[in-house]
Every structure is written in C-alpha cells, then in structure tokens.
C-alpha cells in the first residue's frame, strides 16, 4: 500500500502568498523528506524531518512533522514564480527499507 | 562524480526490443534505487540496493524487468521486450546511508518511450 499521499492534488496561488501542502502516511518512520520536481525530470531534496522532530525550517520552507496523526506538511512562505513545480514527501520506514513517495503536489503560482 | 549520472536521457525503442538503462550514483553512496514516473503521476519504486545486501526487487512489475548494480557502484536497468506500457521517466537515486538521512540524489532520469 502507497506510505505517503500529498494533498492537495493541485494548488494556484498568486505570488506573494503561502502555500501549504499536506503529507499522509501509514506505517512507523525515521524520517520524512520533501523533494520538488520540475519539467517531470530529476527531484531535487528540499528538507528532512527525523521522526522525533516536530518542526523544522529551512529558508522560506517550514516542514511539519505529528507522528501522532501520521502527517506532514510544507509551508512555502512568501511564494514566487520560480516555486512553481510537483512536490512530493517521502517517507523512509523504521525498518529503513525503500523510500515510497507520495502522488504529489502540483504547484502553480502565478505572477 | 558530482551528481548521479542517467544515461541515456532520452530513448526510443521499437515494441519488442531490450533495453538498457544506465545510472552512476555519487561517489561512496551505498544506497541505490530505481523508481518510474509515468507522465503526470507519482514515483513508483521498482528496486533497491543497499551495499552487499541483497536488493530488494518487490517493486519490479514484472519479469521483463531485471537490475543489477555492479561493484557496489553503476546501476543498470534492463527491460525486456519492451511494451508501450513501459514508456515513463526512470528515475535513479543514491544516498550516503540507508536510511537517507543525508537525502537522496536523483539523476535527471531517462525518458522511454516505446512506439
């Protein structure tokens, strides 16, 4: 069964704003990643939370962890045209097997 | 080297040819992984190498699809009698440790299509 689901599926925003992306999950993680991917080629690695963190920064990037509830979610502040791209978080299992990844996130901001 | 390396980038293969796709990982990465991305859609593992382990092929859709990774380094991805259902980006990742924790790398994948 698929670990992680984004939601939501799409997103527009104007530029300026903030776009928040949520991340569900089923079984016991180490940690969570979120990646962007742009034109459908190669992720790039955006942040990791460990699963004994609940908050995390990087930049204009706020990542949120509840183990709790099994989710995740991104907040991209102050938004810009370049931050238009597919999101996806990823989630790497206690037992450290593979790496599943969400549907994604597409995320449109317009200028 | 500086990033991991997916040659080719982009293939066209007639229905019913092999091919081969190549993935160079960083440099000392020990975790490798192969995923397929169909166009508009999300990542679907399909095998994971780990050091000396034995990989983990559960995602492999079926028996036409075969990996190996040779001296814990390049990884190559061979599919088999290729079908119109296989066109997708692969995508190829490696990270410093199993659990990731550094991040994974992707290369910038290989676009299959088969016509």
């Known amino acids: 069964s698929q670990q992680g689901e984004e939601d939501p599926q799409a997103l527009s925003i104007q530029e300026g704003e903030n776009a928040t992306m949520n991340c569900s999950y089923k079984?016991?993680?180490?940690?969570l990643q979120w990646y962007r991917q742009n034109s459908g080629r190669g992720l790039v690695h955006l942040i990791l939370?460990?699963?004994?963190?609940r908050e995390k920064h990087s930049g204009r990037l706020r990542v949120t962890l509840d183990t709790s509830k099994k989710s995740s979610s991104l907040l991209i502040t102050a938004s810009r045209a370049a931050d238009t791209a597919s999101y996806f978080c990823?989630?790497?299992?206690?037992?450290?097997?593979?790496?599943?990844f969400g549907p994604g996130t597409s995320l449109s901001v317009i200028p | 080297g500086a990033g991991v390396s997916q040659s080719p980038s982009n293939k066209v293969t007639e229905k019913g040819k092999d091919v081969e796709l190549r993935c160079d990982p960083i440099?000392?990465?020990?975790?490798l992984y192969w995923y397929r991305q169909s166009l508009g859609q999300g990542l679907e593992f399909l095998i994971y190498?780990?050091?000396?382990?034995?990989?983990?092929k559960s995602g492999l859709p079926s028996d036409r699809f075969s990996a190996e990774r040779t001296g814990g380094s390049v990884s190559t991805l061979t599919i088999q009698r290729t079908q119109q259902e296989d066109s997708a980006v692969y995508l190829c990742?490696?990270?410093?440790?199993?659990?990731?924790?550094?991040?994974?790398?992707f290369g910038s994948g290989t676009r299959l299509t088969v016509v």
């Open positions: 990742a490696s990270s410093l440790s199993q659990g990731g924790v550094g991040g994974y790398t």
């Open positions: 079984t016991s993680i180490n940690n």
């Open positions: 939370i460990r699963s004994n963190e």
């Open positions: 990823a989630t790497v299992a206690t037992s450290y097997d593979k790496v599943i």
């Open positions: 440099s000392g990465h020990t975790a």
């Open positions: 190498f780990q050091g000396n382990s034995a990989p983990d």
